[in-house]
C-alpha cells in the first residue's frame, strides 16, 4: 500500500476497511474472553464484597487494556506490509 500523495484504489480502501473489521472483531472476542476468565469466577462461585470486586475490576481493566492494543496493533502490522509482493518470494531479487 504505497500511496505516496496519490489516490488508494478500491481494492486498496476494501483491504483497509476488512482490516479494520477484523481488529475490532478480533480484539472484542480476546477481550471478552479475557474478562470470562477473570471475572467469571466472581460470578460462578459468588463471592461477597472485595474479592467480586477485585475479580470485575480486574477483568474490566484488562479486557479494555487488550481491546485497545489489539485495536491498535492489527492495522499498524497491515500498514507496514508484512507480505512480499509475489506470493513464494521472500527476497527483492529472488
Do not use: H
Amino acid at each position: 500500500m504505497e500511496t505516496y500523495g496519490g489516490r488508494r484504489t478500491q481494492g486498496e480502501r476494501d483491504a483497509v476497511t476488512i482490516e479494520i473489521g477484523y481488529a475490532l472483531c478480533s480484539a472484542a472476542f480476546a477481550a471478552a474472553v479475557l474478562f470470562g476468565a477473570l471475572a467469571g469466577p466472581a460470578y460462578l462461585f459468588d463471592p461477597t464484597g472485595a474479592p467480586r470486586t477485585a475479580f470485575v475490576g480486574a477483568g474490566t481493566v484488562l479486557a479494555s487494556v487488550v481491546f485497545s492494543v489489539r485495536v491498535v496493533s492489527v492495522p499498524a502490522r497491515f500498514a507496514r506490509g508484512g507480505q512480499p509482493s509475489q506470493p513464494g518470494r521472500t527476497s527483492p531479487d529472488s
